[in-house]
């Protein structure tokens, strides 16, 4: 990268720390102010940068409307799915990426097992919402008010005995899911099915989709299937710093599992 390109875009994230005057932003590159006036003119030519009354410069409007073409373009599946592949090469389970929308969590996206048994699950159809780890995932990050309007009007059906039985136990759970930052389904839709997943954040830390790994007992039991949720927050992490392009960590180390959860 030439010196010119590297020390306009270093003038970026120092403004992003508040509005700073021309001696400021010299004294930060360690240019003469003239340098560093030419490199703040033309960032202003472009709307990244905005002088203000007080002659001290701020980020521009273009700048923000720029990143946020960027995230509207971004395509979660497209960015997860070499992840989800590499996941399923590693565990050899089905691994699901689902979206909330609507008032319904979908599947967006399905790697198969290596194994003969294979799960009903298709790409564009709703899970269980009150059983389902991705729907756990997604919808315990929605402002408390909205968890519970929708706790309130949804269906409990009990697919097995360790289903959600009604709303105060779901929000419970969902309370449980946002703190501990990953939810399961340990028979919770179907009694043979066992799920562990782990969120994928966007740039201002909120959930945008939701992965998981899905395995049925005659595979792995529910505790051998625990045991990668290491290697699934991991994954999902990946994903986030990809799809946010944020370097920083997400994950914090992951607790205990639960007896009990959802897929």
Not at 154 to 166: E, F, G, K, V
Not at 228 to 240: E, F, H, M
Request: aromatic share 4%; proline share 6%; hydrophobic share 40%.
């Amino acid at each position: 990268m030439s010196q010119t390109v590297d020390r306009a875009l270093s003038i970026l994230p120092l403004l992003a720390e508040g509005p700073a005057d021309l001696g400021q932003v010299a004294e930060r590159l360690g240019v003469h102010k003239s340098t560093a006036l030419r490199l703040l003119r033309t960032l202003h030519e472009h709307g990244l940068v905005y002088r203000q009354s007080d002659q001290r410069y701020r980020l521009g409007a273009r700048l923000f409307a720029l990143a946020q073409e960027a995230v509207e373009n971004l395509d979660i599946r497209e960015i997860a799915h070499p992840h989800l592949v590499r996941l399923n090469e590693q565990c050899g389970h089905t691994i699901h990426l689902a979206v909330y929308e609507e008032g319904e969590v979908l599947y967006i996206d399905k790697v198969e097992s290596r194994y003969p048994v294979r799960m009903y699950s298709r790409i564009g159809k709703p899970v269980a919402i009150t059983v389902a780890a991705v729907a756990k995932l997604l919808l315990a990050d929605l402002p408390e008010s909205e968890r519970r309007v929708l706790a309130e009007k949804l269906d409990y059906p009990m697919y097995t005995a360790r289903s959600i039985p009604n709303a105060p136990a779901f929000l419970k759970e969902l309370a449980t899911v946002r703190e501990q930052g990953w939810a399961t389904d340990l028979g919770g839709h179907e009694e043979s099915i066992n799920c562990v997943g782990a969120p994928i954040r966007g740039t201002d830390g909120r959930v945008v989709a939701a992965m998981s790994v899905s395995a049925p007992n005659v595979v792995v039991t529910a505790d051998e299937l625990l045991t990668l949720l290491p290697l699934v927050r991991r994954t999902a992490d990946a994903i986030t710093r990809e799809y946010s392009g944020s370097n920083v960590p997400v994950s914090t180390p992951a607790n205990t599992p639960a007896e009990e959860g959802s897929s």
